[in-house]
């Protein structure tokens, strides 16, 4: 495959009134940092301008002055000018030290020397990051043309499997159930559907997307994003879509995974593979909830993923069930479009503050991304550490804290306050609603939703009722809750989330002597690095048990983890003359008891609330728990030493 590089900066050819009117809209700390690249002037860390605390900041500006930001935002002019005039050259690179201090100027707090290789790879300072390592074997050109590796799904980290292959020259397969590319963002059809997390993050880090219309993009403009990047990376040409993985067996006689595959005429078809990879993710599989009398509903029904499109919601009676994540995106845009619409409540939650979550990118943000050296990349930065390992504090336990009924510890409580205040002000005149809305559980114990405040908004119109009266049973034309009242509906919408902790379901894997893997896990999935499991060798996963980010954080940056163990670990076998690695139990178990250890010890935990992070137990299985700096570490390069290792035969590559 030939060499594909990163989306190039526009060069700028602006006048110095138009630059100006650009810079109105600019984050400031990021500005900041982009000055220094085009001049090299460091004297700026040491200034009178220094950043408070970016995460503590209304405006995540770093609470500077309006003289301050103008004074910044003068001599970012002048910078860009002497850029422009001179051609737009590539900026001089800094070192190590120097890109260390600049990461703690910006987010106002210590940044220590350990951030340095993955911000190196992350923020896109070096593109050989980017990059497989070289083959060392003079073998291996023949022997990974006889490597076959089989791919499970076709969403993002199916396409960043795709991508990983082809740099790598090695054969691959991806199996897709559906029609088309995009996973989740494919079927999530729902109104509303958007990420939650700022896309100038939530992007491939080779990738980056400067003309994001809005800071939290909704799945139309998502699904073009991987499009795009599968067209640029040539990886549809190894899709086979129509088909659906039932069955993968191990065979030891031939050291391969047998894998059935349903097509999409019913016909089954068996296919063999060296390696075997799950890219399947934990938000693929719809969860319906066990209500009695569900299917004789008469009227139309349908869950958010897979949302039907085609129902007319023009002045009906509509009913939504659930109000997580995507019950919010979907109630606040169908409020409006319906007659009437019932909301059925079963756990209020809190959700973060969020004024840009609808609002779009402003025209100088988008030029200063697409046209400042470095600007993108410290603003993707900032939204990192705003959003992973910055934050991660207010999600631990403190053994010691009195008030284990509300928070977890003091910034926990901090947050428990703030959240309560915003619900109390958008509901001040309705204490009613208040009164259902507000959890009774530590925030972060469960997926925080964002709001910009129009979901509370939404429960206030006339035509909207919240119910947090549990259901009793559905009917032919409605729902009767737990106090005997019947209601009548022409549609009922589920928002009921998916089977996240049955992994890989409702696949059958059948590793080394029969053993199965959904029987081996129980409800309890666990993996190595949440990748591997002994028993089941040439067997990686993507988004496996106890990946999912559950101190916020984008799931492109930990697929792209994964796949660079995964992709290190099947080039590192071809490389070393190696038929199959196992994983060594010792390490598994070691790992999950760390795992153990560090979600025990994490607000998810808390017996107050349920949700999709743990399994029918209260045990939590499906999120890291980990410092993301530790688990880029740990995945950044696979170590054969961790598995039992089977040699090739001599002849193989013959």
Known sequence: MKSVKPNPLTPIVEDDAAIEEHLKDANIPTLLMAIIHLTG??????????????????ERNGDLTEEQQASVRQRALVAIRNYREAGCPTPEPLDGETIRRMS????????????????????????TYARPAPWTNPESEKLKGKFHVLIIGAGMSGILSGIRLNQLGIPYTIIEKCDDIGGTWRDNTYPGCRVDIPNHFYSFSFETNPDWSHHFSGRDELVPYFRSIVDKYDVEKNIQFGSEVEEAEWCEESSTWQVKVRRKDGSLETLKSNALVSAVGQLSRPKMPNIPGRETFKGPSCHTHGY???????????????????GLQLITELANHVGSMTVFQRTAHWFWPTPEYHR????????????VPFYSNWYRF?????????IRHWFQIDPSWPHQDRSVNADNEMHRVAFTKYFTDNLKDRPDLLEKVLPKFPPFADRLSLNDGSYLSVLKQDNVELVVDGIDHIDETGIVDETGLHRDFDVIVYATGFNAHKFLYPMKIVGKGGVVLNEKWGDEGKGYLGITVPEFPNFFMIWGPGTSGGTGGSMIFLAECQTSY???????????GVKTIDCRPELYEDYYKR???????????????????KNDQGKVVATLPFRLVDYWNWTKEASLADYVVEEMQSDMAE
């Open 41 to 58: 002037d460091t004297s700026i860390l040491d200034g009178d301008i220094q950043l408070k605390n970016v995460i503590a900041t209304a």
């Open 308 to 326: 039907d499109r085609s129902i007319d919601l023009a002045g009906k009676r509509v009913a939504v069930i659930g109000t997580a994540s995507s």
């Open 104 to 127: 703690s100027f910006i987010v106002g707090e210590e940044v220590t020397d350990e951030y340095l290789p993955m911000m190196y790879k992350e923020m896109a300072f070096d593109e």
């Open 360 to 371: 779009p990118v402003a025209t100088g943000q988008t030029w200063l991304l697409g046209h």
């Open 595 to 613: 795992y153990r250890e560090e979600a025990d010890a994490m607000v998810w935990s808390t017996p107050l609330v349920g949700g999709w992070y």
């Open 566 to 576: 995964i992709y290190s670990a099947i080039q590192k076998m071809i490389d070393g």
């Open 382 to 390: 900032l939204l990192f550490w705003q959003y992973t390992d910055g």
